[in-house]
């Protein structure tokens, strides 16, 4: 009777450990220079940089031969505004920062090599977006940790409109996962952060502003999360991108936060955020309002959220260091890096217990 429920278990947490697939990428071991004692707090940013690129091109499928083939094509993306995106990463100290819209891996290791002084680890896969943005990870190299990534890109659903199984990220769900340095690898994780990049509000078939797939995309991170809860119990885990519509008012985002799964870092926060310090984006539509829409976040399940003791919106800056205001046009809002705001976070990991 003691071995067949010693092999159960065994195999409920094989079971659990391959749907988190946590087998999918070898160790990286970061330099650590850094102590956990001298440590304490990490701040962690949610970027949604806009289309970060450095490629003179792109390989495009050619529909007729089904090969890819290079596109010349000069860099759009303003270097300014690059200049500026790595201006705040580095002013504000951020320790751990999930990225979206990034344009493949040459992009990011040139960002961190050109802008970031080399200062980071970079973690990315291809995902499964059409424009080749990409989700990536930048993690201090001087942090005490080893850190797995995985993937969720492969994950599928059966498409209400086609009937056929698809995949279900229009980007991916990859998740870093960190241990001490000291740790094995029959360890479980300290704690884990998911990079998220919703489908956008583009109409898709039978599916207006695509509430529908955003929704299976949300209750596929749903199962995650519970996944983990159920291998893990104690172990942290943080959900950060971009949502691509409100987040505390869009019907997608319900299984999220039912019988407090997870958490918005802004409800956590010891200094309290009004309703305009929690915008993240501004909408701004031809011969209608600007919209103003929280679409950006850190989530954090029950164990996460106890580490959490700040958070906030960054906002941009005028050459002479004043805030500037929310973007009432859509020209104002051009002048700006991206068309969204980092969200920051910081996390004290003296709460970790064993850590």
């Known amino acids: 009777m003691k071995l067949t429920l010693f092999l159960f278990l065994i ?3 094989f079971s659990s450990f391959a749907r988190c697939d946590l087998s999918y990428s070898a160790f990286r071991t970061l330099d650590g220079t850094q102590s956990l004692k001298e440590l304490k707090k990490v701040k962690m940013g949610s970027y949604n940089v806009l289309n970060l690129e450095y490629s003179p091109g792109k390989y495009v499928k050619n529909s ?29 100290n951020l320790d751990i920062i999930v990225l979206q819209e990034v344009e493949g891996k040459q992009a990011i290791d040139l960002f961190n090599k050109n802008f970031l002084a080399d200062q980071y680890e970079v973690f990315i896969m291809p995902g499964n977006d059409t424009r080749g943005i990409d989700i990536a990870f930048l993690v201090k190299k001087d942090l005490p940790f080893k850190i797995k990534m995985t993937s969720n890109r492969e994950a599928t659903w059966i498409s209400h409109h086609s009937k ?3 995949k279900i990220f229009s980007r991916d769900l990859p998740t870093l996962h960190f241990w001490r340095k000291s740790a094995s690898g029959s360890d479980p994780p300290d704690f884990a952060v998911m990079g998220n990049h ?48 409100n987040i505390h008012e869009g019907v997608e985002f319900k299984s999220l936060f039912k019988d407090g799964l997870m958490k918005d870092s802004f409800d956590l926060s010891t200094t309290k955020l ?15 309002e600007t919209k103003n829409s929280q679409l950006d976040a850190v ?26 205001s929310l973007p009432k046009t859509y020209d104002e809002r051009e002048l700006n890096p991206s068309d969204h705001f ?14």
């Open 299 to 324: 989530l954090a399940n029950k164990s996460g959220s106890s580490l959490i003791s700040k958070a906030e919106v960054y906002r941009y800056k005028n050459t002479d260091g004043s805030i500037k």
């Open 342 to 355: 980092p969200v920051i976070v910081e996390i004290d990991l003296s709460k970790l217990g064993a850590i």
């Open 274 to 288: 009004t309703a305009e310090e929690r915008i993240t984006h501004t909408f701004h539509p031809r011969g209608a």
């Open 198 to 245: 919703l489908k956008s509000q583009r109409d898709r078939a039978s599916d207006p502003k695509s509430v529908i797939m955003r929704t299976a995309q949300v209750d596929e991170i749903v199962q995650n999360i519970k996944n983990y809860d159920e291998t893990f119990p104690d172990m942290p885990v943080f959900l950060a991108g971009d949502f691509n519509a």
């Open 64 to 92: 007729k031969t089904g090969e890819k083939e290079f596109i010349p094509k000069g860099i759009t993306k303003d270097p300014k505004a690059t200049q500026e995106i790595a201006d705040i990463m580095l002013s504000e």
């Open 11 to 13: 195999l409920f947490v």
């Open 164 to 166: 056929k199984v698809e």
